[in-house]
Every structure is written in structure tokens, then in C-alpha cells.
């Protein structure tokens, strides 16, 4: 028995109770002695921490002992029903537990649709991730889905089928395995915090059906819906005002966070949390490496609070991360929280979700290219970048959604921001607004109360790209692409699992048409989600061809180059960093290190050429002599290091 079971009386009556009913279980199937006692070992490490967690959410359930022994018995089963070849993962992530903070991790997310129509052809697109670097894919949600609207399939009528669009089950599973011989993780959602209003729970939920009417906050009329709407915000106010929908059916209020047709699940039940993890672990078991835990923000809800960020929310997922532990130990969590840094990393640990979304460095990219200034970056950066140990970020520049200025107004305020006004000028810069503005993104969810908005765009469209081409302006172009390559050069090595949405590779532009879609019109985001080209990569290799081509070989080129230099570099694995002292306010600029190697980042965020001391650099950690490893170009510590235009550079002592 551990130490902590023994100091935990309650958890160890309570397991002991639960073991001969796990015994018989175990007589039912076909399970090893091997297995039995691995998953057996695990339980017992981590039964005091589950049971705690578990018995603070569910303890004052007149059915809580029931609803834990199926949840044990649920993690059971799907250890069971693991396929061998996971179990075998499974077992060298034990022993490879910081894997997923090497530099050699690179990530890619797509819409299989999108991209390749469905998961066969997907397959056949292995090479184009291999050539460009790729070692994580991360598949939109790819599930069967309600008719018509189903916000880019994050309203999943069944999460153990997939669109029958896109393929099967199977087909997923052979993806998996390829992807796996390829050296390339899956990452898939697990799309927890509402269904689909046809998935089946939602169904006998309109059919009255008490047992399933308790998965969902289903109220007959507004009293109480209006006690909780004065303390909560409204994430899509353009789709509906407030958080919950009028159902004809029923005659009935539901909550409702996202679109009026997701539903929210009510945590609050322990029949629900029972539900979704077995769902959760059916997922695991099709060959998922790291499961995206989507918007993690909205899974409890108290009255008088904002539902957002609260205590039992991450009670729920550390729950989950422990009967991961148990029946698919070698699965990750990577949590979606595009709310306040602060709320950010709370849910960030090795016991909750070992990788993160790194929306506010997104967010603060853009905003150091607006301003042509680096202050609030760096200000971020110097007390926000450090993680737990065995914990890591995603870095991206674009994802399917949104960008939210979701930097501390304390932040900024410290170098002389104001967070309001700030917010109002990147929402003017960003939609083109702005007088001399590059970017042409659209407005998200603008909330004409508040003043709020949010916006969509490709990445190569806000960076200038897209106007210039327009233009037909050699010099925007050439800008733009320095733009761009300046961005893909920070997020490639500050630290954490760059992430590209596929597309940006080669400068993906705004797709105006999504309009013509009745499904998609009324979302804005569809502006940055258009249909493969396939067509435009053949081009790549040519070495002739139109001005747009070179500019998408040019991209396509560096950052395929500059992953590759990225992988050669091992200061970049994990998250030591240490900014330079600057004295040139346009220049972003960090040390990174790991064992004896070490990296010296620096990017111009301006158009006009800027200088750094050589003398900094030197007492930063380079000798005489040093090498941008990017342009390949030595330099001498002796004089100042002269940066061109948004150029960034890598640098290393020769
Ligand atoms: C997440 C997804 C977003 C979706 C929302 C509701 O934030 O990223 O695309 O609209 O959840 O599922
Ligand atoms: C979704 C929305 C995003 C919102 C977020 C909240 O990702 O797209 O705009 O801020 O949910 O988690």
C-alpha cells in the first residue's frame, strides 16, 4: 500500500471496497496478469488523488459510491479494450516523459475536408507533412455532425463516429497508424463542454426522458436563466444575445454558451462526467496522442459567478487526467483556454493539462507588428513564459478561430498602455481601419454594447500579403513576406510546439466566398478556413513561374528551412529563456538554452533597419564570433549587429 493511501483512510476503505468488485470484473475478460497488475499499480498511485478529486466534485450525491465504482470501472474497461500497439507506447512514454518538449516537435492543423476531402486521401498527404517537417497533426474535429451548421463540426451529434463525409472509425484508426509509422502524433478534440441538440443524449432529453433532461441546463422558464445572465459574458453576441435558447420542442430554456444548437453539459452530474469519459477513453483507444480539450473555460457553473475559469473546472479535468493516467497513460492534455494569461496557466500541470495554447504571445505577436514596438511583448514575456517542469506551450500565429486581445491590462499599463484603447486600436488596425494599416482582417463577433470585437483573418492577410498583392506593390510584397518569416522565426524558437495552420506554409490568403454558404455566412471565421489548393503546391518546386508563385515558394522554402534549422537545434527544446536587455525599442530579442548549447533570438518588429549592440550580445553569451544560422552569415561581436527590415536572426557562437 503507498504512503498516501495509508494517510488517506477514507480513499483506502473506499478502494478496498471497490477491489473484489474490479476482481470480478477482471474474471470477465480476457485481460494478462501483466495488465491487470500495471493497471493495478497505477491505481494505486493515483487512487488518493482521484478519489479527492472525485468525492469534493460528487461527495454530497445520495449516489456517489455507485457512480465511482463505474468510473473505475469504466477506466478499466478501457484498458482492456487498448489495442497492443498503444500499450506499447504507453510504456516508452513512461520513460520518455518529456518528449513532447523537444525541439524536434513541430505541428501542423488542418480541416480534413478542407485539406483533402476525407481521411483516405489524408493518408496519401503523409509525404507533403514529412517534406515540410511535421511531427504532430492536429485533425479538426472530424466527428458525425448535426445537419447544416455545426460550427466547423464542433457540434458532434456522435463522438464515436466519424463524418461519414470524411470516412469511418477505421479509417481514423488506419490514419493513426500510419501516422504513427511516419514519427507523426495525432491530436485530436474532445469536444467536452456541449453536444450537438441531435446527439442522442439531447434527444431523450427532448423526449422528456428524466435521467438524460439532468445531462444538460434545461430551465421552463427565464427566472433563473436571468439570474445567471447578469454576472455572465457573451461569447458569440452575434448569434444570439445571451447564453441560453428557446427550444420549440420542449417549450424550454438551454444553456447554450456557444451557438444556440450546442448544448452545454451539466458537470454537475456525475452521470455526465461518466458519460464523456468514456467517450474521452474511446478516443484515447483509436490511437490519439494528445486529446485538445476544447474550451475548457465553460465547464462549470456557479450562480453570481462568471462560469468561466472556476476551481471545479479544473477539479474536472485533473479528474479526467488521472483516469487518462490510468487506462491510456501515454495520452496528453492540451487545453483551450483563450481567456486571461492568468486564468491561462492555471490550467497548466503535469496533472492537468501538460500543453497549453499560447494565445496571449499570439495575440502579442500581432500587436508588436501593429505598434512596430516590442515593450508589452517583452513586459508578457518576462514573467509569463516559464511553465511547470513537464509542461510545454503551443505556439501559433492563426488556428480556425479568432484572435482576442487577451493580453493584462496591468501588463500594459506597466509600459504606459491603456488596455482599452489598445484594444480598440489593434481591432482598427487589424480590420484595416487603421490609416496606413497592411492587414486586411475582418470583424469577429463585434458586440456593439460593449465595443468588444474580435478578428478573423489568414495570417498572410493580416501581415500585409493580401493588400500588397492588391497593390501589386513590389516593396509591400517583399515586406509582407518579411513579415511573416519574422513571426514563423519567434514562434519556431521561443519555446513550445510551433503550430501551423496548414496553409501558411505558403500564405494562405482571405476566402471571401464563404459567404455564398448559407452554413457558414453568418461566421466570420470561415474567412481563414478555405479549401486547399492543391494546385498552388505543385507550383513549388518550378523554378519559373508568376510573381504569386515565388512568393508562395519563397514562404514555403524558409519555413521548411527554418523548421529543419529549428530540429538542429536543441537550446530549443523546452522553455528556458532569458530576454535581453534592449535599449532599441523595435527589437524582440531572447536567449534560449539547454544544457551547454544556447540560441540568441532577435527580430526586428519595424520596416526601418535597427542596430544591436555587439557589445550586448557578447556579454549575452556569444563570443567574438558568431553565425546567424538563418542567413548563414558570420558576424563580430566587435560591432554592432545591423538588422534589416522585420529581419529575424538565429544566432549561434562559431
Ligand atoms: C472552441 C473552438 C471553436 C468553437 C468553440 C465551441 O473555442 O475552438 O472553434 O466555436 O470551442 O466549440
Ligand atoms: C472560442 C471563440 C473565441 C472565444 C473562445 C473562448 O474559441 O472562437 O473567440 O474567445 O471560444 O474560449
Known amino acids: 500500500m503507498s504512503n498516501l493511501l495509508k494517510t488517506n483512510p477514507e480513499a483506502e476503505i473506499s478502494l478496498r471496497r471497490l477491489r473484489p468488485r474490479l476482481e470480478r470484473f477482471w474474471q470477465t475478460t480476457e485481460a494478462s496478469l501483466e495488465e491487470i497488475r500495471d493497471f493495478d499499480e497505477r491505481l494505486t498511485e493515483i487512487w488518493p488523488r482521484l478519489f479527492r478529486l472525485l468525492i469534493d466534485l460528487y461527495g454530497d450525491r445520495y449516489d456517489f459510491f455507485y457512480h465511482l465504482e463505474e468510473i473505475l470501472l469504466s477506466a478499466a474497461r478501457a484498458w482492456c479494450d487498448r489495442p497492443q500497439d498503444l500499450k506499447e507506447l504507453d510504456r516508452h512514454r513512461v520513460y520518455e516523459e518529456n518528449w513532447f518538449r523537444s525541439e524536434k516537435l513541430v505541428g501542423g492543423a488542418l480541416y480534413v475536408d478542407l485539406f483533402s476531402e476525407n481521411l483516405g486521401r489524408l493518408r496519401e498527404c503523409i509525404p507533403y507533412f514529412k517534406d515540410l517537417g511535421l511531427t504532430y497533426l492536429h485533425l479538426m474535429p472530424l466527428f458525425a455532425v448535426r445537419p447544416g451548421d455545426n460550427d466547423g463540426g464542433y457540434a458532434i451529434s456522435n463522438y464515436r463516429s466519424v463524418d461519414p463525409r470524411l470516412g469511418t472509425i477505421e479509417d481514423l484508426r488506419l490514419l493513426g497508424q500510419d501516422l504513427r509509422e511516419a514519427g507523426i502524433s495525432l491530436v485530436l478534440d474532445f469536444v467536452f463542454n456541449h453536444t450537438s441538440d441531435d446527439h442522442e443524449w439531447a434527444k431523450l432529453a427532448q423526449s422528456n426522458d428524466p435521467e438524460y433532461r439532468d445531462f444538460y441546463y434545461i430551465f421552463p422558464d427565464r427566472t433563473i436563466p436571468d439570474q445567471y445572465e447578469r454576472t455572465l459574458r457573451e461569447i458569440f453576441p452575434t448569434v444570439r444575445r445571451g447564453n441560453f435558447t428557446w427550444h420549440d420542442g420542449m417549450e424550454q430554456w438551454v444553456w447554450t454558451t456557444f451557438n444556440s444548437y450546442q448544448w452545454d453539459l451539466k458537470y454537475r452530474n456525475p452521470a455526465v462526467f461518466r458519460a464523456?469519459?468514456?467517450?474521452?477513453?474511446?478516443?484515447?483507444?483509436?490511437?490519439?496522442?494528445?486529446?485538445?480539450?476544447?474550451?475548457?473555460?465553460?465547464?462549470?457553473?456557479?450562480?453570481?459567478?462568471?462560469?468561466e475559469n472556476l476551481e471545479q473546472a479544473h477539479s474536472i479535468i485533473q479528474a479526467y487526467n488521472a483516469l487518462a493516467k490510468l487506462a491510456a497513460p501515454g495520452l496528453l492534455f492540451k487545453s483551450e483556454a483563450i481567456v486571461h494569461p492568468d486564468d491561462v496557466v492555471r490550467y497548466i500541470s503535469p496533472d492537468e493539462c501538460q500543453i497549453s495554447y499560447n494565445p496571449t504571445l499570439m495575440a502579442l505577436l500581432w500587436e508588436s507588428l501593429a505598434t512596430r514596438e516590442t515593450k508589452l511583448i517583452r513586459q508578457s514575456t518576462s514573467h509569463r513564459h516559464q511553465l511547470p517542469n513537464e509542461t510545454i506551450w503551443v505556439n501559433y500565429l492563426r488556428c480556425h478561430d479568432d484572435i482576442g486581445w487577451t493580453f493584462d491590462d496591468q501588463d500594459a499599463a506597466l509600459v504606459g498602455i491603456n488596455g482599452y484603447d489598445h484594444r480598440q486600436f489593434l481591432n482598427n488596425f487589424y480590420t484595416g481601419q487603421f490609416p496606413g494599416s497592411f492587414a486586411h482582417g475582418v470583424p469577429f463577433q463585434h458586440n456593439h454594447e460593449t465595443g468588444d470585437m474580435r478578428i478573423s483573418g489568414t495570417m498572410a492577410s493580416l501581415a500585409g500579403l493580401e493588400q500588397a498583392i492588391q497593390l501589386n506593390d513590389d516593396h509591400l510584397k517583399d515586406l509582407a513576406i518579411r513579415r511573416i518569416q519574422l513571426l514563423h522565426g519567434i514562434t519556431l524558437s521561443i519555446g513550445g510546439i510551433p503550430l501551423l495552420y496548414l496553409g501558411e506554409e505558403w500564405g494562405m490568403l482571405n476566402d471571401y466566398d464563404f459567404v455564398k454558404d448559407p452554413a457558414k455566412a453568418g461566421d466570420t471565421r470561415w474567412i481563414h478556413r478555405p479549401k486547399m489548393?492543391?494546385?498552388?503546391?505543385?507550383?513549388?518546386?518550378?523554378?519559373?513561374?508568376?510573381?504569386?508563385?515565388?512568393?508562395?515558394?519563397?514562404?514555403?522554402?524558409?519555413?521548411?528551412?527554418?523548421?529543419?534549422?529549428?530540429?538542429?537545434?536543441?537550446?530549443?527544446?523546452?522553455?528556458?529563456?532569458?530576454?535581453?536587455?534592449?535599449?532599441?525599442?523595435?527589437?524582440?530579442?531572447?536567449?534560449?538554452?539547454?544544457?551547454?548549447?544556447?540560441l540568441i533570438v532577435a527580430g526586428n518588429f519595424s520596416e526601418e533597419p535597427q542596430e544591436i549592440s555587439g557589445n550586448l550580445l557578447r556579454t549575452a553569451g556569444l563570443g567574438r564570433f558568431f553565425e546567424d544560422v538563418i542567413s548563414e552569415t558570420t558576424f563580430q561581436t566587435s560591432s554592432n549587429l545591423k538588422l534589416d527590415p522585420y529581419q529575424v536572426v538565429w544566432l549561434k557562437r562559431v
Open 276 to 307: 464523456m469519459l468514456e467517450e474521452m477513453l474511446f478516443l484515447a483507444n483509436v490511437g490519439v496522442d494528445i486529446l485538445r480539450l476544447d474550451a475548457v473555460a465553460f465547464i462549470w457553473k456557479q450562480m453570481g459567478t462568471s462560469c
Open 533 to 598: 489548393r492543391w494546385e498552388f503546391l505543385e507550383d513549388l518546386g518550378d523554378q519559373l513561374g508568376s510573381d504569386e508563385r515565388m512568393i508562395r515558394r519563397r514562404l514555403f522554402n524558409s519555413v521548411k528551412r527554418m523548421i529543419a534549422l529549428r530540429k538542429s537545434i536543441p537550446a530549443i527544446s523546452g522553455l528556458d529563456l532569458e530576454l535581453v536587455p534592449l535599449i532599441n525599442s523595435h527589437v524582440f530579442c531572447f536567449v534560449r538554452s539547454q544544457g551547454g548549447d544556447r
